[in-house]
């Protein structure tokens, strides 16, 4: 027998509504109703509210079917959004709709040994910049999102990859958007919002584990965006595979981190991480590979899957997408990926029934996986302040 299902809070159903709308590219009123499980009734009055709230907008679209709606439900193209996204050599700011779209975007380049002090100093520049800009256009912002690589899942602990003080970031940003709401995430889970949001024919709707391969690699199970804990960033770059392995940022030796993120492939290719940067994702046809390069780098690739492979050990799930420098490779390439993660025990994907997928890199551009970071949390929030009160 079915249990009887929990009654939802006002706050739950706009967000179940306003995260399918964001997930979906929009949609007609029947299969939204069907989707929410809400009577189109129901429905009706809420997208009235959304729509007066200037949430939500209603555009004229061909009939799916004869007779059928042709008033499509999407996002307010409207909505102001801003995203800050810090990565190894800047940090970018920018003005952005719910739907992707960008307004405005800044660069603000990092020092070459960045401190604490510095990277705060680089955030008031470009809190400053986007301030000035808003203020001039008279734009109001709803949401503010910000993509820290390596930060905590509590946001506070120490951030081993670029020195930064969070807690003055989010000070900072009280001062200059009073009344604003600011989230903080990781990269990852910037980037796998990006990509689930974003990416046209993303492989996975259910819960799926993303991984991420650039400067850092780690992970974030991908779970219902109605749940509070719907993205969650998982470590799975420190994993040692040998003692005597190449120094890694956190200290140990041998991590799949040292032989796999971009300065290890920079160092394995005898390009400076600067330069291959600077090719983005031409890389893979700019640089020869040798035969013994392309074997070092297959060795590299299936440690890589035996990471995915023991991660999804602990929390089995139906899906992994890879992001990152190895889905720019072919086919054969990518392959070692696979075997390192059928060689783990416990069944690798054969037993698990694992599906896998490789999605295009999304670095190089900032701050579009930031924004799309912001409009998660406005969704996922309902669009409604975090002390407004609820009616069931």
Not at 5 to 30: D, K, M, N, V
Not at 143 to 160: A, D, E, K, M, Y
Not at 353 to 360: D, E, G, I, K
Request: overall charge neutral; charged content about 20%; some cysteine.
């Amino acid at each position: 027998m079915e249990m009887p299902e929990q009654p939802r809070s006002r706050r739950q159903t706009r967000a179940a509504i306003l995260t399918h709308l964001l997930q979906s590219g929009g949609s007609f009123r029947p299969p939204l109703a069907k989707a929410v499980r809400l009577s189109e009734a129901s429905l009706s009055r809420i997208l009235f509210d959304l729509k007066t709230e200037g949430l939500i907008e209603e555009v004229r679209r061909p009939a799916p079917y004869v007779g059928g709606p042709t008033a499509l439900v999407a996002l307010d193209g409207s909505v102001a959004l801003a995203a800050f996204e810090l990565s190894a050599q800047r940090l970018s700011v920018g003005v952005g709709s719910l739907s992707g779209e960008l307004h405005y975007a800044e660069r603000v380049p990092l020092p070459k040994t960045p401190t604490v002090e510095s990277v705060g100093r680089v955030f008031r520049e470009a809190m400053t910049l986007l301030r000035d800009w808003t203020r001039r256009r008279r734009i109001t912002l709803a949401q503010i999102g910000v993509s820290i690589p390596g930060l905590g899942r509590l946001s506070v602990s120490g951030n081993p990859i670029i020195p930064c003080d969070v807690g003055r970031i989010r000070d900072m940003l009280g001062e200059m958007f009073a009344g604003v709401p600011a989230e903080f995430t990781n990269s990852v889970v910037a980037h796998a919002t990006f990509h689930r949001c974003r990416t046209e024919n993303y492989p996975f709707s259910d819960t799926h584990l993303f991984v991420f391969v650039s400067h850092g690699v780690a992970g974030a199970w991908m779970d219902d965006p109605a749940e509070t804990d719907a993205l969650q960033p998982i470590e799975l770059g420190h994993m040692v595979f040998g003692p005597d392995g190449p120094r890694c940022r956190c200290g140990h030796h041998g991590c799949v981190e040292a032989y796999t993120s971009l300065p290890a492939l920079a160092e394995l290719l005898g390009v400076s991480e600067t330069e291959l940067l600077q090719l983005g994702h031409e890389w893979v046809n700019a640089i020869p590979l040798s035969s013994r390069i392309r074997q070092e780098l297959r060795r590299r690739l299936f440690r890589l899957g035996l990471a995915i492979g023991n991660t999804l050990n602990v929390k089995p799930c139906g899906g992994v997408a890879i992001s990152g420098w190895p889905s720019l490779l072919a086919e054969q390439d990518r392959k070692s990926v696979i075997d390192g993660i059928d060689a783990c025990l416990l069944g690798g994907r054969k037993l698990a029934q694992v599906s896998l997928a490789f999605v295009p890199p999304s670095t190089g551009n900032d701050p579009q996986a930031a924004l799309a970071f912001a409009a998660f949390c406005l969704a996922r929030s309902g669009g409604m302040p975090a002390a407004s009160t609820e009616a069931a």
